[in-house]
C-alpha cells in the first residue's frame, strides 16, 4: 500500500473515494496529519492481526511443516489416534446407556 501511495498519491486518494489531498496552507496539513494518522492506526491493525495469526497453533503446524514435510502426516496419525480413541469412549457410553434404558424399561431399547 505505501509502494502505491509512493508511486502516485492522487490516483491512491481517488481509489479510497476520498477529496483531493491539498497541500496548501492549515486544511491541507490538517487532510496530511489525518491521513498519517489513518496509516498509523491501519499498521498498527496489521501488526496486531500478524501477531494473532503467529500466535495461532495453525501458523506453528505450517511453520514446521515448511520445514518439515511428514510433520502433517504425524499430525494427522495423532488426529486420527485421538478420534478412535474419541469414538470408542462414545460407543462405550452409548452401550452403557442403552444398559441402563434396558434395566429401566425391563427391554431392549433399540
Do not use: C
Not at 501488526?47 to 511443516?65: H, K, P
Not at 486420527?80 to 434395566?103: G, M, P, S
Amino acid at each position: 500500500m505505501l509502494e502505491d501511495i509512493a508511486k502516485n498519491p492522487l490516483a491512491f486518494i481517488l481509489k479510497q473515494g476520498w477529496a483531493a489531498v491539498s497541500l496548501d496552507g492549515d486544511r491541507g496539513l490538517m487532510e496530511l496529519r489525518s491521513l498519517y494518522e489513518h496509516l498509523q492506526a491501519r499498521i498498527l491493525e496489521m501488526i496486531e492481526t500478524l501477531d494473532d495469526m503467529r500466535a495461532s497453533a495453525d501458523y506453528q503446524i505450517f511453520q514446521a511443516a515448511e520445514q518439515d514435510a511428514a510433520v502433517i502426516g504425524q499430525i494427522v496419525s495423532a488426529q486420527q489416534e485421538d478420534l478412535e480413541k474419541e469414538i470408542a469412549a462414545l460407543q462405550a457410553d452409548a452401550e452403557r446407556t442403552a444398559e441402563e434404558a434396558k434395566e429401566l424399561a425391563g427391554e431392549v431399547p433399540f
